[in-house]
């Protein structure tokens, strides 16, 4: 069982929908990452929270804006995405943003935009 | 910018025989380096990890790595595959003063045949 938890697993939405992904995790990480994986393909880096403050944005369009509430929690909201956005979306989180702490990857929320 | 190179987007083996899995980094410095692996329909789960403290690292699995700085490779061995080993293989690279931006290979995609 992954210790990031992540909802919904599976996601349909129209172009002109705003819909939102949510990351939880309980083990007192205080970084926490979204990252975009095409089928077959690496993942991508988008956001990086640390200590709750966005610390990296890798030229993310718009239409994705993170928020993160808490030291918890991460959520992704979508808002007018294109058909070349469906992937999987991950989460992450690690114990600080220095590189000794490896990350813990969530299942991700498999997106399809009609 | 930190890279990492993976041969071979499929490598098959026998069940039973050596894995083998390469990634070649391109840094300037020694990186901190990983392998992830993902099973189907699931996020990334960490291997191994390299940050400097030994060259040979083990991992879970039974699965290791060396770190050959001379070969800038840090590849991943499994003395015998077992069907659970079928997945896909991910190395990363950091930059050891660059946060926590992790730049995955293309991935390696291991099928092990009875």
């Known amino acids: 069982d992954t210790e990031v938890t992540q909802t919904p697993k599976h996601l349909v939405m129209g172009m002109t929908n705003k819909k939102s992904l949510k990351c939880e995790q309980h083990m007192g990480h205080r970084a926490m990452y979204w990252y975009k994986q095409k089928a077959k393909k690496p993942p991508e880096l988008m956001f990086v929270y640390s200590y709750e403050k966005l610390s990296i944005n890798e030229s993310v369009p718009s239409r994705f804006s993170p928020e993160c509430p808490n030291s918890s929690l991460l959520n992704l909201h979508l808002h007018a995405l294109q058909p070349e956005d469906s992937a999987l979306y991950l989460c992450?989180?690690?114990?600080?943003?220095?590189?000794?702490?490896?990350?813990?990857f969530g299942n991700g929320t498999r997106l399809t935009v009609t | 910018a930190q890279s990492v190179t993976q041969l071979g987007s499929h490598v098959s083996v026998s069940e039973g025989a050596l894995v083998l899995l390469r990634c070649n980094y391109s840094s300037s410095v020694p990186p901190y380096l990983f392998w992830y692996v993902q099973y189907p329909n699931q996020g990334l789960q960490l291997l191994l990890k390299?940050?400097?403290?030994?060259?040979l690292v083990k991992g879970i699995n039974g699965f290791e790595a060396e770190f050959k700085k001379s070969e800038t490779s840090f590849h991943l061995t499994k003395p015998s595959a077992h069907m659970s080993d079928a997945a896909e293989y991910f190395c990363?690279?950091?930059?050891?003063?660059?946060?926590?931006?992790?730049?995955f290979g293309t991935g390696t995609q291991l099928k092990v045949e009875l």
């Open positions: 390299y940050t400097s403290a030994a060259t």
């Open positions: 990363a690279v950091s930059d050891r003063g660059g946060g926590n931006k992790l730049t």
């Open positions: 992450a989180s690690s114990q600080a943003e220095g590189m000794n702490s490896p990350l813990h």
